[in-house]
């Protein structure tokens, strides 16, 4: 196995269920999820040789994940179907309830897919907004009116459900 190999296999090793955890909530479903990191981290193998700055490749590989997730949206390759009841993994906040973390999940995936990746960058990944324009190549504008349509749709989708019970 060549150096490049094992350096990349231990990456992978070390980050990618940080990245799948990401990857279900742009997307909501688990088996969704594995299918964009495994084609983010494919993207990241080929381009690993160019790669000088091994110290960013975080938000490198984000940046794949998420331009991968919207792409495939536009392209309507595979229709959002409602969050998996599978919520065991590490993608919910610490310290939130399993029932609020289910309601709070169902919500997002009913945020549009531009709001949404915003909304997973910005509040979940905790990325600032210069970066996160970066990742979706926009705007910062963009990333904050976004963010703030997103975080109105998710408050009214929220309040309906609570409506409901």
């Given at each position: 196995m060549s150096d490049r190999?094992?350096?990349?296999?231990?990456?992978?090793?070390?980050?990618?269920?940080?990245?799948?955890g990401t990857a279900y909530l742009l997307c909501g479903d688990w088996h969704r999820a594995e299918d964009l990191v495994q084609?983010?981290?494919?993207?990241?193998?080929?381009?690993?040789?160019?790669?000088?700055?091994?110290?960013?490749?975080?938000?490198?590989?984000?940046?794949?994940?998420?331009?991968?997730?919207?792409?495939?949206?536009?392209?309507?390759?595979f229709r959002f179907e409602s969050a998996s009841d599978d919520l065991t993994d590490s993608a919910a906040p610490p310290g939130v309830y399993p029932e609020e973390r289910m309601v709070l999940l169902e919500a997002l995936a009913k945020v549009p897919p531009k709001q949404r990746a915003c909304l997973v960058l910005r509040y979940w990944e905790d990325m600032s907004v210069e970066q996160t324009a970066t990742v979706l190549k926009c705007s910062e504008g963009t990333v904050k009116s976004q963010a703030a349509r997103g975080l109105q749709t998710l408050r009214g989708l929220l309040s309906q459900q609570e409506r409901v019970r």
């Open positions: 190999d094992a350096a990349f296999q231990e990456y992978f090793a070390a980050r990618s269920d940080v990245m799948r084609q983010a981290f494919t993207k990241l193998y080929l381009a690993w040789r160019r790669i000088e700055r091994h110290e960013a490749l975080d938000a490198y590989t984000r940046q794949i994940l998420v331009r991968t997730f919207l792409s495939e949206r536009r392209r309507g390759w």
